[in-house]
């Protein structure tokens, strides 16, 4: 059973603060990983993907992603109130496969 | 770039009519697209995952003659909801790949539709 797991949160964090999203995956042969970002009655959008160990940066947003750890975090500086909304952590096997998905994790910044 | 458009944004239909609703990859060609469920507060639920040109493929617990979908060009994809019920009543959002896109193939989301059948 291929699982993705998220703490469901909500992580509240104060307005300029970093916010940090864990996920752990138990599928060893993963190899492509996404984070979505879910604001209440909207669809995912796409935020960021990694696809080797390290850290990739884009903006605010950095992905971090330990394949021997099985974890993929995602780390937001600078929090504002317009990041509140669900991170979504995913994964798939195959480049062009299903997505699977983590249940989500609300993340609330408050001013 | 990476679009991807859906139609119609909300719905409501009476229990016992079909439903379609369209999914369109605006500014790229998509071989294979994915429809999903979501109810409220609820996670994404992916129901089947459309080929172009090829049968889709259905989720364990997915009724394949309910759910009906077609993806007959490279850039749209139709979910038709027959017979439909108060509980088909849900959040319907589309996905696609890009070809053209990073090495992981992002899966981008459509705007989704809202179906609530009375």
């Known amino acids: 059973q291929k699982e993705v797991e998220q703490n469901s949160g909500p992580l509240s964090v104060p307005e300029g603060a970093i916010a940090s999203l864990n996920c752990t995956y138990s599928d060893r042969g993963s190899q492509s990983f996404f984070w979505y970002r879910q604001y209440s009655g909207k669809s995912p959008e796409l935020i960021m993907s990694?696809?080797?160990?390290g850290d990739k940066e884009d903006g605010r947003f950095t992905a971090q992603l330990n394949k021997a750890s099985q974890y993929v975090s995602l780390l937001i500086r600078d929090s504002q109130p317009s990041d509140s909304a669900t991170y979504l952590c995913?994964?798939?096997?195959?480049?062009?496969?299903?997505?699977?998905f983590g249940t989500g994790t609300r993340l609330q910044v408050f001013p | 770039g990476a679009v991807v458009s859906q139609h119609p944004s909300r719905v409501i239909c009476k229990s016992g009519t079909s439903v379609k609703i369209e999914c369109r990859s605006l500014?790229?060609?998509?071989?294979?697209m994915f429809w999903y469920r979501q109810f409220p507060k609820q996670s994404l639920m992916l129901m089947a995952t459309s080929n172009e040109g090829s049968k889709a493929t259905y989720e364990q617990g997915v009724e394949k003659d309910k759910f009906l979908i077609n993806h007959a060009s490279l850039t749209l994809s139709t979910l038709t909801v027959t017979s439909a019920h108060p509980e088909d009543s849900s959040f319907y959002i589309c996905s696609a790949i890009n070809l053209a896109g990073g090495p992981g193939y992002e899966q981008y989301f459509g705007p989704g539709t809202r179906l609530t059948v009375t």
């Open positions: 995913a994964v798939n096997m195959l480049t062009g496969d299903k997505l699977i």
């Open positions: 500014d790229f060609q998509a071989t294979t």
């Open positions: 990694i696809y080797s160990n």
